[in-house]
């Protein structure tokens, strides 16, 4: 029992109209002349990106993206948020094959419902509409850069291992933990067109934090602690040196539509898992759940909200590095964390460098939670602010007044506070809908 889908999807792209200068020597420089919405574009990247402390930042609409202060030979524009990584060529190459737009879909985007989209197919089509708006250009083709397909599933079978593997790969490896079995691979990353690993995904998810996989699992009824991940990553070579379904696959639109195709050769031609029941191990017997998991690929329906993905407690792994720069700039600056102290000190310390240098921790504060969720803008953060502020008071005054016996906790979650508000009004509605009017207690 298991669930499918795509983990890592990357491609390059081409758009009309980035176009380069007529006559141009040594690199093909781009024609402002040609598209001015695209050379302003440039020119915001330019002032962001010039940032020394990588603060620099952009809103393009759907997504906000921060924008890194170097690039690459081919790529001088780096943007990146939680969903994705866009790079962008200031020039366009010589080399026809050479797009001048990267783009990389992340994990957390790939098993999330965004805008009320969910598969890659509608993800797909959703950013190159978008790009199409950003650039100023019509999209025009593109060419898969990697492709990584999963399955999470909670019956591995017992003694799970490399030596049952049998197929075209040349290297494999076993890796254990307390001399249990908790990964293995198969071929090699680096000199290998296709690379296979299996891990006990629940480990690997409890420690960076991604324990919002666990509402999907649960979804899916897997069993949380026993979730392993069987995933297949494949790189450009293998498309264009590998037929599958009887043709070359190059576009990123192929590739999505050939899931299911892509998935088949991979787990019935280049390796399957058997069973050491002859002396002759390409007689050996394909393994009952190599054969279920090789011939049912679906693509994941039950991805989470991207609201329950920013929920879930992941600031815990934020902890570490915070108190290791607390720990130093207390021994310089003095202050006791036990009695605040050195938060006071450090509030002015900040506010002075604001003034300075011209920041804003709010601002800051709100671009952050824009590459977190770009569904959430500014105005519905301060309305969602003002709204459980208002609740705050509303219990507070209540509470005075005698209508509620517990005084609202600071601790407490203003949800919470919102949803014991809500309760507590329809229950007193009900009680003045029974009451009688001449009880004598009123």
Not at 169 to 179: L, P, Q, S, V
Not at 239 to 247: A, E, L, M, Q, W
Not at 316 to 344: C, H, Q, V, W
Request: net charge negative.
């Amino acid at each position: 029992m298991g669930i499918f889908n795509c983990d890592w999807f990357s491609f390059t792209a081409d758009f009309s109209n980035y176009n380069a200068t007529e006559l141009a020597d040594r690199k093909d420089t781009y024609d402002v002349e040609s598209n001015k919405h695209l050379a302003r574009l440039f020119s915001r990247l330019d002032e962001e990106r010039e940032k020394a402390d990588c603060s620099g930042f952009i809103d393009l609409g759907l997504w906000k993206f921060q924008v890194m202060n170097h690039g690459n030979r081919q790529y001088y524009y780096l943007l990146h948020n939680e969903d994705m990584e866009i790079r962008l060529a200031k020039w366009r190459s010589k080399a026809e094959e050479r797009f001048p737009v990267y783009v990389h879909f992340k994990s957390q985007f790939l098993w999330a419902e965004i805008y009320s989209v969910s598969s890659l197919m509608d993800k797909f089509l959703l950013i190159m509409e978008w790009l199409e708006d950003v650039l100023n250009g019509k999209y025009l083709t593109s060419k898969v850069n990697r492709l990584d397909l999963a399955y999470h599933t909670d019956d591995v079978p017992q003694g799970f291992n490399t030596e049952q593997f049998v197929g075209r790969h040349t290297t494999d490896h076993t890796w254990r933990r307390h001399r249990v079995v908790n990964a293995v691979e198969v071929g090699s990353r680096n000199s290998e067109q296709i690379f296979l690993r299996c891990y006990n995904k629940f480990i690997e998810a409890r420690a960076k934090k991604k324990s919002w996989f666990f509402a999907i699992w649960e979804k899916a009824k897997l069993d949380i602690r026993k979730v392993w991940n069987i995933e297949f990553q494949l790189k450009r070579e293998f498309f264009t040196d590998n037929k599958i379904g009887k043709r070359y696959l190059d576009t990123a639109e192929q590739i999505i539509e050939s899931q299911e195709v892509i998935w088949k050769y991979l787990t019935n031609d280049w390796v399957t898992y058997r069973i050491p029941d002859n002396e002759r191990r390409t007689r050996w017997s394909i393994h009952p759940w190599w054969a279920e998991l090789a011939n049912n690929f679906i693509e994941c329906t039950g991805k989470i909200d991207r609201g329950r993905q920013r929920e879930l407690p992941t600031a815990e792994m934020l902890i570490p590095a915070i108190r290791g720069f607390l720990s130093s700039y207390a021994a310089r600056m003095g202050g006791n964390l036990e009695d605040g102290t050195l938060f006071k000190r450090l509030l002015i310390d900040i506010q002075e460098y604001e003034k300075s240098s011209d920041k804003s921790f709010d601002k800051d504060v709100h671009n952050k939670l824009s590459l977190m969720d770009p569904a959430l803008s500014l105005d519905d953060v301060e309305d969602e602010v003002q709204r459980l502020t208002d609740i705050e008071e509303q219990l507070n005054k209540m509470w005075r007044t005698g209508e509620i016996d517990v005084k609202p906790e600071l601790r407490a979650s203003l949800r919470d506070m919102d949803i014991y508000l809500d309760n507590h009004l329809e229950i007193k509605k009900r009680d003045a809908a029974t009451s009688p009017s001449d009880d004598p207690h009123k």
